[in-house]
């Protein structure tokens, strides 16, 4: 999946070849951003009961980004995402499942707003929803606790026309979850995943 992404990206460098002059990002500008995200949470994450090695896997979905600029350079953006499914192991034997909803909200500085290439950074704030949560142990109730961490990000776009823009994104999330089984705490799931994410924009 991760070549996937590449892919996708750099055909937005070929587009760009062939695009007309764009338009530069300018204060009071709302930017949609509608692509996919691939959740890859950080390995070894972390033990549960003491003694059960806790891996988390994988998931990609489609996700919708809105961005209001205040200046020239400075925006704030708010991700939303389709619900991401993983599926977990433990002491690396599948063990169960759980779905979440990450909503972020990030501050950005674009370095090149007025340019056909623009790169930005961003920083803010993550609060992840978790539920569904399911363990292969007949009647036993699993619950993770929602999260509330830091976030960062990074993305590189291409200007396609005056509306229109391709790009690609790096996310950092903090996200840990303390966990419960049949209400005993069993310790905490340190996900931590980076998300990698390509998109097309839209400038109104």
């Known amino acids: 999946m ?11 460098v070929a587009a760009l070849a062939f695009a007309p002059n764009a338009q530069a990002y300018e ?12 959740v890859n949470p950080k390995s070894d ?24 600029f205040f200046t020239d350079n400075v925006a704030a953006q708010v991700l939303a995402a389709w619900p991401f499914e993983h599926d977990f192991d433990l002491n690396g ?5 759980l779905k979440h909803l ?16 623009n790169f930005y950074i961003g920083a803010g704030l993550n609060y992840t929803f978790i539920y569904d949560e399911e363990i292969a142990i ?7 606790d929602n999260s509330f961490g830091l976030a960062a990000e990074a993305g590189l ?30 310790g905490t799931a340190n996900v931590d995943p980076i998300v990698l994410g390509v998109n097309l924009a839209y400038r109104f």
Do not use: C
């Open 2 to 12: 991760n070549k996937t992404l590449i892919a996708l990206a750099l055909s937005g």
């Open 27 to 38: 204060a009071g500008d709302w930017v949609a951003r509608f692509g996919l995200g691939h």
């Open 45 to 68: 994450n972390g033990t549960l009961a003491g003694t059960l090695d806790l891996e988390v896997g994988t998931d990609v979905k489609p996700t919708l980004a809105v961005s209001y």
């Open 93 to 97: 034997v599948e063990s169960g499942s």
């Open 102 to 117: 990450p909503p972020t909200v990030t501050l950005q500085y674009h370095f090149n707003p007025k340019g056909d290439v």
């Open 138 to 144: 007949p009647g036993a109730d699993l619950e993770l």
């Open 157 to 186: 776009e291409f200007k396609l026309n005056d509306r229109w823009s391709m790009g690609a994104q790096v996310w950092w999330v903090d996200i840990d979850s303390d966990a419960e089984l049949d209400g005993a705490d069993i």
